[in-house]
């Protein structure tokens, strides 16, 4: 099983942008996904689930109406697109494998850093 994250970087508050895992070794099409993140100095954080069958969507309340998680199965891929980011978004951001609406998970990638600053 392999997870691995792209599309990280410095933004400008206000900005966006959209996060890739790419995955392998495993089923995808029918497997739950996750986002969550680690800010400096706190807890890891859930942030956004993915349900492969049937598709279902759910987020944190922080983000929700600003971030977009989306899959391409063709691709084995998880996208999630932010918007509107804010200092608090600051993060790495973890791609990972598992069902539940929390920040336990089977598998994760390795991050990729999101950093919003002006």
């Known amino acids: 099983v392999q997870l691995v994250e792209s599309g990280g970087g410095l933004v400008q508050p206000g900005g966006s942008l959209r996060l890739s895992c790419a995955v392998s070794?495993?089923?995808?099409?029918?497997?739950?996904m996750k986002w969550v993140r680690q800010a400096p100095g706190k807890e890891l954080e859930w942030v956004s689930s993915n349900y492969g069958l049937p598709c279902r969507t759910y987020y944190t309340d922080s983000v929700r109406g600003r971030f977009i998680i989306s899959r391409d199965n063709f691709k084995n891929t998880l996208q999630l697109q932010m918007s509107s980011l804010t200092t608090e978004d600051t993060a790495v951001y973890y791609c990972?494998?598992?069902?539940?609406?929390?920040?336990?998970?089977?598998?994760r990638g390795q991050g990729t850093q999101v950093t919003v600053s002006s």
């Open positions: 070794g495993f089923t995808f099409s029918n497997s739950n």
């Open positions: 990972a494998t598992g069902s539940g609406l929390d920040t336990t998970y089977d598998k």
